[in-house]
């Protein structure tokens, strides 16, 4: 099977047990995103800061790999015109039901952001990408199809999982795995995910991330570092993650 499919069915199995990027935001944070009082996440505990969106009333706004009813509802609220990506049937499904609940249109498209994005060139405003790239084994196409279909002075909102996460066994105790981790060339690593329900997931360097961004023609304007929202690491203060904020100015 194919890792992308053997990754969407694992984030199904997630959603049906409750886990915390699969849970739809109740009718009462949709009622305050709308005056004003709200945050979203690209990585796990920092909210992203509301200056990096600008206003977003009337704007055009993907959020990729960005379902399950958390982050495109709270969009929506504050005036913008949402399409949300993502090729999990149990994120998508909870997209429709958050609209169907408060009486909005979304776009929802279920496909695989390896493969070329179903958009024209210069389609939309902002992109909002929170941490999804580590199920992904090459990158570099992605943040090209993002520059594609970003008009031009567009935002491209992202997060990141920078690679330390997966040198550590599950209790974050003892170093196991080499960098980088890849499934898919490492048997042991294989196993060990088919095993423990990671799902396929693959490190990525800073240099592949912010570097690849600048590759595709980014311009990096900011950026901000996360750690785990849990564990060892967490309680270490260990970054983690990165956020970042790009902007297509060509």
Known sequence: MEYQKINAE?????????WEWGTMIPHEEYEKAKFGEWNVYLTPTKCVPHDWFGNLHGKKLLGLASGGGQQIPIFTALGAECTVLDYSDEQCNSERLVAEREGYHVEIIQADMTKPLPFA???FDIIFHPVSNCYVENVLPIFRECYRILKKDGIFLGGYDIGINYIFDNNEEKMMYPLPFNPLNNPQQYEDSIENDWG???????EEQIG?????????TNLYEDTNNTGKLHDLNVPSFIATRCIKYR
């Open 121 to 123: 060139d210069e389609t």
């Open 212 to 220: 690849g961004q600048l590759k595709a023609g980014f311009t990096l």
């Open 10 to 18: 694992t984030i199904n199995k997630w959603c049906r047990e409750g």
């Open 200 to 206: 396929i997931q693959f490190s990525h360097t800073i």
